[in-house]
């Protein structure tokens, strides 16, 4: 069977697992009701919500003036200020994850240390345990502005989580401080999102379809990819070790946007997980070039295909279990190890 194949059937089996419960939910999901902190973002905008939100959420704030290795990186000063270059970021044809022009295209930062947090693929919880969602449990609000076919997606990526680790995605009751927002921001349009839990009502950006395209709903790859962010999880190709897998090609990258091709640091621990070309983590060939036709990523394993956004990939859902505790018991390990190796793309 091929790998396409072996993906559709893995869609299909958590489809079939997650329907009934889809049906029920759907109708009982909270809708942003404006619960007591009247969410924050009622602007619809990053920069227009609380305080403390536009401080984190403006360019000029969020971006970190040094490297994870404490290289100076004047690039992320500037990222966004030549407006020629802007437009090419938000051309329709550009990826929904890029649009945002966020740090990495779709990663809000919150601290000027977020980048000394990761290890090799996510948050080093023994530094930062913070960020972890407790007892492996995330309450979330879908936006009542979605139409049911994108409410549908969003709940199969909960589902297709729940299935596959031991992480769990739970209505949110109105009473419990750190949720998840499900929210089509204006300010910035795409799919974005804050890496990890930072504490209180957390939005998760997910841009509706349009006359152009399907935005971040064009496959279910796209609303996982995020909710793996929320969860503590960065893009793949930021590993320390990626110039022994791929090659960065420089001259097409959006000059104000080369910042965005930098790497984590080696410091930290690590997983014992291989580089992973199929990750639903990993940035697409063409993110961030002038023309997309050109390539500004490519593998060094002549045939290797980056980028995908069908299904979390094996070694996603390993990482994410090994991060969440969810291999620590024997059964545990075993079961979510077979899920993930069979199930997984």
């Given at each position: 069977m091929g790998r396409r194949a072996v993906a559709a059937a893995a869609v299909t089996v958590v489809w079939c697992a997650a329907t009934v419960m889809c049906r029920v939910l759907l109708t009982d999901t909270p809708a942003a009701r404006t619960p007591r902190d009247a969410h924050a973002w009622h602007s619809n905008s990053l920069s227009g919500g609380r305080r403390e939100d536009r401080q984190e959420g403006q360019r000029g704030d969020h971006l970190a003036p040094y490297q994870a290795d404490n290289t100076p990186d004047d690039l992320y000063e500037s990222v966004g200020e030549a407006e020629a270059?802007?437009?090419?970021?938000?051309?329709?044809?550009?990826?929904?994850?890029?649009?945002?022009?966020?740090?990495?295209?779709?990663?809000?930062?919150?601290?000027?240390?977020?980048?000394?947090?990761?290890?090799?693929?996510?948050?080093?919880?023994?530094?930062?345990?913070?960020?972890?969602?407790?007892?492996?449990?995330?309450?979330?609000?879908?936006?009542?502005?979605?139409?049911?076919?994108?409410?549908?997606?969003?709940?199969?990526?909960?589902?297709?989580?729940?299935?596959?680790?031991?992480?769990?995605?739970?209505?949110?009751?109105?009473?419990?401080?750190?949720?998840?927002?499900?929210?089509?921001?204006?300010?910035?349009?795409?799919?974005?999102?804050?890496?990890?839990?930072?504490?209180?009502?957390?939005?998760?950006?997910?841009?509706?379809?349009?006359?152009?395209?399907?935005?971040?709903?064009?496959?279910?790859?796209?609303?996982?990819?995020?909710?793996?962010?929320?969860?503590?999880?960065?893009?793949?190709?930021a590993r320390p070790d990626r110039d022994d897998h791929i090659d960065i090609i420089t001259e097409n990258i959006?000059?104000?946007?080369?910042?965005?091709?930098?790497?984590?640091?080696?410091?930290?621990?690590?997983?014992?997980?291989?580089?992973?070309?199929?990750?639903?983590?990993?940035?697409?060939s063409n993110f961030f070039s002038y023309n997309l036709n050109k390539p500004t990523i490519i593998p060094k394993v002549k045939g290797a295909k980056i980028g995908q956004r069908i299904m979390i990939s094996k070694l996603d859902c390993l990482k994410l279990n090994e991060l969440y505790g969810c291999l620590d018991n024997p059964f545990d390990k075993e079961k979510y190890t077979a899920m993930c190796t069979y199930l997984g793309y």
């Open positions: 270059e802007r437009t090419l970021l938000r051309e329709w044809t550009q990826d929904p994850e890029v649009t945002p022009g966020l740090f990495q295209g779709d990663i809000v930062i919150t601290s000027y240390d977020l980048l000394s947090m990761s290890t090799r693929v996510a948050i080093n919880w023994n530094k930062y345990p913070e960020r972890r969602w407790a007892n492996a449990t995330v309450p979330f609000v879908i936006s009542e502005l979605y139409g049911t076919s994108e409410r549908k997606m969003i709940m199969l990526a909960f589902h297709s989580l729940d299935f596959l680790t031991c992480i769990k995605f739970v209505p949110w009751d109105q009473v419990t401080k750190d949720y998840l927002l499900i929210w089509p921001m204006e300010k910035p349009k795409g799919c974005w999102s804050f890496v990890g839990k930072r504490g209180g009502q957390q939005v998760v950006s997910l841009q509706a379809p349009d006359e152009h395209s399907k935005r971040c709903f064009i496959s279910l790859g796209k609303v996982i990819h995020e909710l793996l962010h929320a969860l503590g999880m960065f893009h793949e190709q959006i000059p104000d946007y080369i910042g965005n091709f930098k790497k984590q640091s080696a410091d930290n621990a690590t997983f014992p997980f291989s580089y992973d070309y199929n990750s639903v983590m990993h940035y697409g």
